[in-house]
């Protein structure tokens, strides 16, 4: 089975978003095939998690914004507005939130 990993994600969802996992009695990690790169905007559509409810995605334990690219193998979590102020910008979504 080791050889399999680098065909599936690991997807993770934080504060509120947890509830639609526990909701939808999807495991935790919810382990998805992936054949190819998707954003993590496709993967909440594919998942059926409204983007309004997504301010951030971290792939592999750093943020990133919801147009990255997650890779066969990664790590996902999504995580809604609402995180507190100062961890905001410790963890990175100040930078990744902006328009460039």
Known sequence: MPEE???????RGFLQLNEIFRERNWPIPLRLELEKPTSGRELAKRLEIPETEIEIVF?????QSV???IQPGDRVAFVPPGCPGPYRIVLGFYAKNRKE
């Open 67 to 69: 147009d990255y690219l």
């Open 5 to 11: 990993n680098g065909k599936f994600i690991e997807v």
């Open 59 to 63: 792939v592999n334990g750093v943020a």
